[in-house]
DNA sequence: GTCTATATTGCGATAGAC
DNA sequence: GTCTATCGCAATATAGAC
């Protein structure tokens, strides 16, 4: 289908140049066809860029859900550490995604702010108030020191978020960020 | 001077919407003359953004510096909370120097990366080196845990970039992230 | 669906009067 | 140094043949 060597396409280029930086005419040249081409499959550039944001977002959505799924059964601190090898790891391998969706979380393109961002913005309520409830179950079972649920989360995606800052802007990334939570998660430890 | 009432127009402009969304039309309105006359006091959109990288990217070195100087007679764990704080507040009272270094730091425009990068990576190349400084003379002095400095300093970063993120996404941040960094650093200590 | 050709707009940058 | 007027160009988008 070309819609999806289009789409594929303008991925890769949205997160290297962003989207001002973008042209059709590149797009157009990296999937193979002509510029007025890409108008039989999109509305415009914008349209184009939108069915993107909803196709990365649901990548990660589908991360996230796996990584809480799969870790259900573990005692909170276990599955917080979990979590974040697991989303550190959806990082790490998907590299595009994640410089798509970091530029579209801090500088989305100003003429589709709300509309781009309001899917992402809902994504990461819910993935705080997850991680929140599994602070507060650690609590109530006495394994983390009593502390704000909310507050702790918050940190907690502080240390997600700088992660994913140092795997952008170093290709040469060692991975060994990941001691960082391990220090995070014990030192909460009641010992 | 109208040299500094055009960066400062530019600098916010280009710290809200980049350098690609930024028009010379916008900045000449927001500085109260006309497109051209632009041209009187800098050579183009170009050589008038990479001035405002230098001006801002000398701002951050100088919260850097007097973090440092002001910090050290502390212990090395009490050092490395004032540092964040100190820069932190930096983040906090500058959000328009921040969202454009951040900016410039994991997006930078295309066709000045190198140029407009160098001085900033050396920057951060001196900062590292200072804060595993620091964490070895914690574990000289037994203070810390032994562990590899170097590692410990990026984990710092980590930490430090997510907040970063977190004070650029959330305009009515609570600033309690600096929790993060309280557990992180006492969680070293050798206790 | 793809193409060539073209419309249209707005950009960075320049010329030249004052 | 500032302005009006304009150039040259590249961008998104459209028309219409095949």
Redesign the interface.
């Known amino acids: 289908m070309t819609s999806q060597k289009i789409k594929q396409a303008a991925l890769v280029l949205f997160a290297?140049?962003?989207y001002?930086?973008t042209t059709l005419s590149e797009i157009a040249d990296k999937t193979g066809i002509k510029k007025p081409s890409i108008y039989a499959h999109y509305p415009g550039k914008m349209e184009l860029f939108l069915d993107i944001v909803d196709f990365v977002t649901e990548t990660y959505r589908a991360a996230w859900t796996d990584a809480l799924e799969k870790s259900i059964d573990l005692a909170p601190d276990e599955r917080l550490e979990f979590i974040f090898f697991a989303i550190s790891s959806y990082y790490i391998t998907n590299r595009t995604y994640l410089?798509f969706l970091?530029?579209l979380?801090?500088?989305p393109?100003?003429d589709c702010e709300d509309k781009a961002l309001l899917p992402l913005q809902e994504l990461s309520e819910t993935h705080i108030k997850n991680i929140a409830a599994i602070f507060k179950q650690g609590m109530a079972e006495k394994i983390f020191a009593l502390d704000s649920p909310e507050?702790?989360a918050?940190?907690y995606?502080?240390?997600?978020?700088?992660?994913?800052?140092?795997v952008?802007?170093y290709p040469k990334f060692d991975f060994?960020?990941q001691?960082?939570i391990s220090?995070?998660c014990?030192?909460?430890l009641l010992t």
Chains 1, 2 share one sequence.
């Open positions: 290297e140049k962003g001002d930086a410089s970091v530029r979380w801090l500088f393109p100003v507050e702790m918050k940190a995606f502080c240390l997600l978020d700088g992660y994913s800052s140092r952008i802007r060994n960020y001691k960082a220090i995070f014990k030192s909460m």
